[in-house]
């Protein structure tokens, strides 16, 4: 199950791992400058999930991935039952509006970071299996009903910024998968046909005015609207090379010191950036995110076999959906979802499970076939 020859070192994505370590090394400033009042605490905790995840990432990148194909209905089993342990025992509904997180002791993380990575796994096995015949309705209609009930567990906490990441990293496998783009198309008409029944519905009021105000800020300022106003505000004072590295940062530092802007270690991280570093800094986060992407893609393209390819897939299409959505909540191009920045945000688990993810990466991309890049 495990594979330490030295060949197999020589076919590992270097620049992916070392992307991975600058981005972890930005998530760090950022996180000492958004919490300077208790700084040290959370940069202690940040780093311990950064060494187990850097501990499962090696543990993971000469675990053969083959084998979690074996195992996908186990996986998939324990992912739905993580999920209705989270709708028993789950809490967090006060503070951040839903019941996402399971506390044992001292100990609180967030399950559907886990179900994540679970549910790529088994996704990409149950897709390969029926791949042939993935075009007939029946066929299709089971993939679905497998996607689906994890989604609605999700949708039950309810946590529906999550629920859409499954949503996109499953489409984006479909697709790859060669499922015909009239299924999308029919996808597309009946959201917006259904769409009235969401928003009567299943929709919270809270999340009802996310989408007001981002169609018009000024319905509710001090409201729904506040944490993008102020984020909006931070990342324009930035200008180009940020206030912490021109002269005005010994002048004005209230705006870190004082908390104007909410969740700005976890969901608004970006803001922190674009506010310390400016223009500068926020492309060079940018570029950091796009050599991941092209890495990603690169192994997904390069994949001996279908499984190994739709898993990469899965989770190159689950961070590029969490990269875009923060990026833009951050500047208003989009709807906020809570949503935070992978190797950015604070959160233990969400570090785990990324760090996780790209060890089962790297487990594919150094047994491909193919090596030239």
Known sequence: MLNFEKKLLKKLDYKLIISIFLLNLCGFIAIYISTKSDSLSYIKMQSVAFFL??????????????????????????????????LLFGTGKEQWGANSWIVIGKIRFQPSEIVKIGMILSMAKFIEKNKDKINEPLTLGKILLFAGIPILLVLQQP???????????????????????????????????????????????????????????????????????QSKIAIGSGQLIGRLLSHQAKLVDSFFEGGWLPEKHTDFIFAVVGEAFGLAGGLL?????????????????????????????????????????????????????????????????????????????????????????
Request: positive net charge.
């Open 159 to 229: 946590d529906f910024g999550t629920a859409i990441v499954f949503v996109f990293f499953t489409a984006v496998m479909l697709f790859i998968a060669g499922l015909d783009f009239k299924y999308y198309l029919y996808a597309f008409i009946g959201g917006v046909l259904s769409f009235p029944i969401l928003w009567f519905k299943f929709f919270d009021r809270y999340q009802k005015k996310r989408i007001l105000v981002f169609l018009d800020p000024s319905i509710d300022p001090s409201g729904a609207a506040y944490h993008v106003n």
């Open 53 to 86: 995840g850097f501990i499962g990432m090696l543990f993971l990148t000469f675990f053969d991935y083959n084998n979690f194909g074996k195992f996908y209905m186990p996986i998939y089993i324990f992912c739905n039952l993580l999920l209705i342990a989270v």
């Open 285 to 373: 986060i940018i570029i950091l995110y796009f050599t991941l992407i092209y890495r990603l893609v690169k192994i997904s393209k390069n994949a001996k076999d279908l499984f190994g390819s739709l898993i990469a897939v899965g989770i190159t299409s689950m961070m590029g959906f969490h990269i875009i959505q923060n990026i833009g909540m951050t500047m208003g191009l989009i709807p906020v979802t809570g949503i935070p920045l992978p190797f950015i945000s604070y959160g233990g688990t969400f570090l785990l499970s990324n760090m996780a993810s790209i060890g089962i990466v790297l487990s594919i991309c150094i047994r491909k076939d193919k090596i030239n890049f």
